[in-house]
């Protein structure tokens, strides 16, 4: 039951032609910004939670077991604020603390049960009538009542969890509005008539209704997104302003060609976050000039803001100034000491030095973010090119095959394993690390 659900969650990102997952340092920290309090009024342990970013334009969020959330980057440049978000995550966080997840699947067993149960009868009233179409009959009437159990148990989930999510947002002092509008917006993008039976989630419209009911209190006509000034510094940017920049970055990245005119005539953003968005379109667009120009004067503007000077460093490495883009990353981990990704960007950026000085640094910093990361394949490649370059063979074949792992090419990493075997000593901790290895690979074959 367990491959068919995995195969069943992999079935829904490949299905929703999802370009795959977006890591970055400004989105994942605002995120845990957002959730954070949200999550203490779920009594979730937020630590735990684990923020997943796929490059859809769906609009769209889901959970899975070990308190995985998935977002879509369509949801994200889609709010209008970051309170929609907070609603969307909320709604979620309804689902973790239900245990969704758990019950669904023991009703996906059941399903199959009644499936099941109604192809053997529809054979045997084939046999019995000898009407070959019998059996398709009864099957398919099976089939069809497992999944209107499905649905119905779906939407009673779909509305628990509407319910846990107003109350956690109440709890953590946040405005229903945003969810409201939110679930307005779904319902305009509806271009069908909605029939309550075929729907794994209750209608729209009365989630908008149990929505409105739960916002009661609140004016949403007249609602604007109030500044969070508690101990925020003049300098220092609000949730909300954080939450413009993400979605500007977004449409620099995924669309850059139409940028411009996404944001010329777009209300929402203010000059610097248009500015934003045109330095990343440019950038991408091969016009560095322009593109480094713009990140130039945010810069002068924000000087601590250290994704300004995150994308201008990745802009100059990418484009061949290396010693100017290490600059601009050691700016940028002075401000983040701690940021896993970060110290991943810069490792990378000190591998073009040939220096031991730059190479030492470089397996400092993957070492650094290998604890907050250790399942990061871009880690351990980079990881890999810096023990080789070290001559370091053993640690290099270890760290190539854990890549290797990750990627899902379990024949390779085997591969790296059997010759890193042939120079490591059999007492040493790298040599259990490549045991524990080899046998999460041999128990994913089982």
Same mark, same amino acid.
């Given at each position: ?60 969020a889901f959970v899975t077991p070990g308190q995985k959330i998935f977002i879509f980057t369509g949801? *994200? ?6 309170? @929609? ?10 689902? *973790? ?26 054979? @045997? ?70 029939? @309550? ?81 045109? @330095? ?34 990745? +802009? ?27 110290q991943i960007e810069l490792a990378q950026t000190l591998l073009n030095f040939e220096s031991d ?20 394949n871009k880690l351990w490649y980079l990881l890999s090119v810096a023990y080789g370059k070290n001559?370091? +063979? ?19 990493? *085997? ?32």
């Open positions: 039951m367990k491959k068919f659900l995995l195969l069943l969650f992999f079935l829904l990102l490949t299905t929703s032609k999802a370009s795959g997952f977006i890591r970055d340092s400004e989105i994942e920290n605002l995120i845990k910004e957002i959730v954070s309090p949200i999550a203490d009024a779920a009594d979730q342990n937020k630590e735990k939670l684990q923020i997943y970013i796929i490059n859809d334009k769906k609009i769209n949801l *994200i440049t889609n709010s209008d604020n970051s309170n @929609a978000l907070e609603g969307v995550i909320a709604h979620e966080l309804g689902h *973790i603390t239900g245990r969704h997840h758990v019950k669904i699947y023991e009703r996906l067993k059941k399903a199959r049960t009644v499936t099941l149960v109604g192809a053997i009868l529809g054979g @045997a009233a084939s046999i019995l009538t000898r009407d070959p179409n019998a059996a398709a009959a009864i099957a398919g009437g099976a089939q069809s009542t497992a999944t209107s159990s499905l649905l119905s148990f779906s939407r009673v989930q779909e509305g628990a969890a509407d319910q846990a999510g107003f109350s956690f947002l109440k709890k953590s002092g946040k405005s229903l509005c945003g969810i409201i509008g939110f679930l307005e917006l779904l319902n305009s993008k509806q271009s069908f008539q909605e029939n @309550a039976y075929n729907q794994s989630h209750p209608l729209t419209r009365e989630r908008i209704r149990d929505a409105k009911h739960a916002a009661k209190n609140e004016n949403c006509e007249k609602n604007i997104i109030r500044k969070q000034l508690n101990d925020i510094k003049p300098s220092e940017l609000t949730i909300e302003e954080k939450y413009r920049f993400v979605q500007a970055k977004l449409l620099g990245f995924t669309d850059p060609e139409n940028t411009l005119d996404a944001i010329e005539n777009n209300k929402k953003f203010d000059e610097d976050q248009k500015k934003y968005a045109l @330095a990343i379109a440019n950038y991408k667009v091969f016009n560095l000039k322009k593109g480094n120009s713009l990140i130039n004067e945010l810069i002068k503007k924000y000087p601590n803001n250290p994704y300004f000077y995150e994308l201008k460093a990745q +802009m100059l490495r990418e484009n061949g100034f290396i010693k100017d883009s290490l600059n601009n990353y050691f700016i940028v981990k002075k401000i983040l000491p701690n940021d896993a990704l970060i000085k730059a190479l030492n640094q470089s397996i400092e910093n993957l070492t650094k973010a290998k604890k907050r990361e250790s399942e990061n001559n370091q +063979m053993d640690k290099s074949r270890y760290a190539s095959a854990y890549s290797a792992y990750l990627k899902g090419d379990d024949e390779t990493a *085997i591969n790296f394993i059997r010759r890193a075997k042939k120079i490591t000593s059999r007492d040493s901790v790298l040599w259990a690390e490549l045991i524990d290895l080899e046998n999460k690979i041999n128990l994913k074959k089982k």
